[in-house]
């Protein structure tokens, strides 16, 4: 039972434009959700996270909005880089950050120069 | 720098024989966790410790044990690993628990092969 999902395995972006990454869960009980970015032989690097007290959370280029009535959030990246090419994934957890992350299972981000 | 240290990266095992994996850290966190991550699933958390104290999932199978004899450094203990239990192991650390202070440090991983 896939409680978080990340439904687009890859995603090509042009260097430059905006690259949109989706996420859905199906737990309402989930009140904080996190990205992650993972590039090859490292492990995920923490990029951002949203409360659900919030539904928009910004930083730099990279901006993460929650909506809660659909049980979706979405990963902003503008303008893309070539450096953002990675692997992202999106994670969940309850009481707004516990110790158990639900994590997806990752969108392959291709920035084309 | 401050890190996540995992050894060995790659490590092949036989069917049946007990395998040992390391994670070390020099954040001082008082959380360690171990997740497993088969191919193209997510990550899927095992188990994990804060401060002394073991937290098992409830459905991490029983063949897989965890140490952590101090802040630095804990164990994966594989018992009786089957062709089943072939993935990418991330050991991962958090300075607290709680809200606001999940924020998650990985290590790069140990890929396990079973034969």
């Known amino acids: 039972d896939q409680q978080v999902k990340q439904n687009s395995p890859s995603l090509s972006v042009q260097e430059g434009r905006i690259s949109i990454l989706n996420c859905d869960y199906t737990?309402?009980?989930?009140?904080?959700f996190l990205w992650y970015k993972k590039y090859p032989a490292e492990g995920p690097t923490f990029l951002i996270s949203?409360?659900?007290?919030?539904d928009k959370n910004e930083d730099g280029r990279f901006t993460v909005f929650l909506n809660k009535s659909a049980k979706h959030l979405s990963l902003h990246i503008v303008p893309s880089q070539p450096g953002d090419s990675a692997v992202y994934f999106c994670?969940?957890?309850?009481?707004?950050?516990?110790?158990?992350?639900?994590f997806g299972t990752g969108t392959r981000l291709t920035i084309i120069p | 720098d401050a890190m996540v240290i995992q050894n060995p990266r790659y490590q092949v095992t036989q069917f049946g024989k007990p395998v040992t994996l390391s994670c070390s850290q020099t954040l001082n966190h008082n959380v360690m966790y171990w997740y497993q991550q088969k191919s193209s699933q997510a990550p899927k958390l095992l188990f994990h410790y804060y401060d002394k104290d073991f937290n098992n999932e409830a459905d991490t199978p029983d063949n897989f044990q965890s140490r952590r004899p101090n802040t630095s450094f804990c164990f994966l203990d594989i018992r009786s690993p089957g062709l089943g239990d072939a993935a990418m192991y991330l050991c991962?650390?958090?300075?607290?628990?709680?809200?606001?202070?999940?924020?998650?440090?990985f290590g790069p991983g140990t890929r396990l092969t079973v034969l």
């Open positions: 737990n309402s009980m989930f009140d904080y």
């Open positions: 991962a650390t958090s300075r607290e628990t709680g809200p606001g202070v999940n924020e998650q440090f």
């Open positions: 994670a969940a957890s309850v009481d707004f950050g516990n110790e158990k992350l639900t």
């Open positions: 949203i409360s659900s007290i919030k």
